[in-house]
C-alpha cells in the first residue's frame, strides 16, 4: 500500500492579518488536505506561532516544487518557517553519566514504538551502560572524561561528541542524565538540538543532591525541568515540567525515587515534542503545541 505524503509545518512571524487566511489557501491550492493545525500569537512579543500537519492527496504536486512556492508567501509575510516529512524518523544521540533511570526509559518507550525515533548511539562518559546498549542493540561510545580534565581535555573529548553527531546526522542529542557540563563552543553546536533533563523543578535547588536541598527545606512539592541546552547553565528555555506531592516524612531517598520517575516522564515528553515537530522557540521560552 502507498503510503501518502504528509509533512508538518511551523513557522513563526510577526503577526498580522490573514496569516492563517494565507497558508490554508496556500495548501487547499496545492492539493493538500489538512489533518491537524494550532496556532498562537503572542501579544507581548507582537509573534505568531503555527503549526499545520497536512497530507498532499494530489499526486502531481512535489515537496519540492511545496517548498519553493511557499518560500514565496513566507517572504512576503516575513515567516521564519521549516517543513519535515511526518513519516520520518528524526536520528537521535543519548548521553549519559552514571545515572540510567532516564535512559533506560527512553529506551523502552523507542523499543515500545511509543518514541518514533531512531537511537543512533549513547554517549557515556562512563562504562556502566554499555551492556544495556548493547541488549538494544544500539552502538556503544565510552568517552572518558577525568574529575578536573583541563579545558583542553575537554574540548578533544567533546569534538569526538560531535563527531558520533555529524556521523550518524543526528537530529536531536539527549542528555539524559549526562553530569558533565558543556563548554560554551559545544552550546553553540548543538544550539536548538539538545535536551536536558534538570533534576528539580526550575529554577531552584541547583547542583548536587537538589532532592537533599529539597528535604532539607521541607519543600511539599518536588518536580523536574526538560529544557534547551544553552551556554548559561540549567538557564536554557523551558520545554516541559511536572511535579509531585511529597509530606515531613518522606526521607531524601524516598523523594529522590519520586523525583527520578518525574524526570522520566518529563524527559519523555520533551523528546516526544520535539521530534513531532510541536516546539518553538520564543525568545527565551517555547511554544509547545501539544
Same mark, same amino acid.
Given at each position: 500500500m502507498t503510503i501518502r505524503p504528509e509533512y508538518i509545518l511551523t513557522l513563526s512571524c510577526?503577526? !498580522?492579518r490573514g496569516i492563517v487566511h494565507s497558508v490554508s489557501g496556500f495548501l487547499a491550492n496545492h492539493g493538500c488536505n489538512i489533518i491537524d493545525s494550532a496556532q498562537f500569537g503572542d501579544e507581548?512579543?507582537?509573534t505568531f506561532f503555527m503549526r499545520v500537519?497536512?497530507?498532499?492527496?494530489?499526486?502531481?504536486?512535489?515537496?519540492?516544487?511545496l517548498r519553493e512556492e511557499f518560500a514565496e508567501l513566507a517572504r512576503g509575510m516575513q515567516m521564519s518557517w521549516k517543513l519535515n516529512d511526518a513519516h520520518h524518523?528524526?536520528?537521535?544521540i543519548l548521553m549519559v553519566s552514571k545515572i540510567g533511570h532516564c535512559l533506560n526509559d527512553l529506551l523502552f518507550r523507542y523499543k515500545s514504538g511509543l518514541l518514533p525515533v531512531e537511537i543512533k548511539a549513547i554517549v557515556s562518559n562512563h562504562t556502566d551502560?554499555? !551492556?544495556?546498549?548493547?541488549s538494544y542493540n544500539i552502538p556503544f561510545h565510552h568517552l572518558p572524561l577525568a574529575a578536573g580534565a583541563s579545558a583542553e581535555a575537554k574540548r578533544a573529548q567533546e569534538e569526538k561528541v560531535l563527531e558520533i553527531v555529524a556521523a550518524n546526522q543526528a537530529d536531536l542529542v539527549v542528555l539524559a542524565?549526562?553530569?558533565?557540563?558543556?563548554?560554551? !563552543?559545544?552550546?553553540?553546536?548543538?544550539?536548538?538540538?539538545?535536551?536536558?533533563?534538570?533534576?528539580?523543578?526550575?529554577p531552584s535547588f541547583k547542583g548536587a543532591k537538589?532532592?537533599?536541598?529539597?528535604h532539607e527545606r521541607g519543600v511539599k512539592l518536588i518536580g523536574a525541568t526538560a529544557h534547551f541546552v544553552t551556554g548559561d547553565l540549567d538557564e536554557g528555555p523551558i520545554i516541559e515540567q511536572d511535579v509531585e506531592r511529597v509530606d515531613h516524612a518522606m526521607e531524601p531517598e524516598t523523594l529522590t525515587a519520586i523525583g527520578r520517575?518525574?524526570?522520566?516522564?518529563?524527559?519523555a515528553r520533551a523528546v516526544k515534542w520535539f521530534v513531532e515537530h510541536r516546539i518553538l522557540l520564543n525568545g527565551h521560552k517555547t511554544v509547545v503545541f501539544k
Open positions: 510577526p503577526d !498580522q507581548q512579543s507582537a500537519h497536512f497530507a498532499v492527496e494530489d499526486a502531481g504536486v512535489k515537496e519540492a516544487a524518523k528524526p536520528a537521535v551502560f554499555y !551492556q544495556l546498549a548493547a542524565r549526562y553530569m558533565q557540563i558543556l563548554s560554551p !563552543q559545544m552550546c553553540d553546536a548543538l544550539k536548538g538540538k539538545a535536551i536536558n533533563i534538570h533534576h528539580s523543578f526550575l537538589p532532592y537533599y536541598q529539597a520517575d518525574v524526570e522520566c516522564v518529563v524527559l
